[in-house]
């Protein structure tokens, strides 16, 4: 019982924290909470985020609004990265082959330069290596390679992206969002 209300406190202050109209009052919370956020990252509204405390967020990162954050298992984003809206990184799933629907964690790991585009999904143990782009709508349930392009279900590599970024998606957004 004791965690049952536990949860459902930590579900509604989630709930209220990304309804905040400040991108620098949800990062104050959401660091209090315990999750690591780089300097100049945004983090935009009506986000749902499972376990802060085990979340890290690089520098120059761009957090797209309805992001879920399934931090249970661990989640690694580096610097100058882009989560488009309505992604969703997981990190606990049920084995269907168990029994009693056993649970399995692990960690997801976003490289620096890495763009996960809207509504992506990525399941748990991925690594997104650095550079890479995941289209809109791919589901990612296998690590990639450096600078290149994932779409589809299951995401498949289709493309190269170019060695030379330098890009920050932070630059220009406006802190009341």
């Not at 289209?135 to 450096?146: F, H, I, N, Y």
Request: charged letters at 15%; one cysteine or more.
């Amino acid at each position: 019982m004791k965690s049952l209300i536990y949860g459902l406190q930590f579900y509604l202050l989630n709930f209220i924290i990304s309804y905040f109209p400040s991108q620098s009052l949800r990062k104050i919370i959401l660091k209090i909470l315990g999750m690591k956020i780089g300097s100049n990252s945004a983090v935009y509204g009506k986000f749902e985020i499972r376990n802060p405390w085990k979340i890290s967020i690089g520098k120059n990162t761009s957090i797209g609004h309805r992001a879920t954050f399934d931090g249970r298992g661990g989640i690694l984003i580096g610097n100058n990265v882009n989560i488009s809206s309505e992604v969703m990184i997981w990190t606990w799933q049920h084995d269907y082959n168990s029994e009693f629907f056993k649970i399995t964690s692990a960690p997801v790991i976003i490289k620096d330069y890495s763009w996960i585009s809207a509504r992506a999904i990525l399941l748990p143990g991925v690594t997104v290596a650095e550079g890479c782009v995941i289209a809109a709508g791919a589901v990612l349930t296998k690590s990639t390679e450096p600078y290149s392009i994932y779409a589809g279900v299951p995401a498949k590599k289709i493309g190269e992206r170019s060695k030379t970024l330098s890009y920050n998606p932070v630059e220009g957004i406006i802190p009341f969002i």
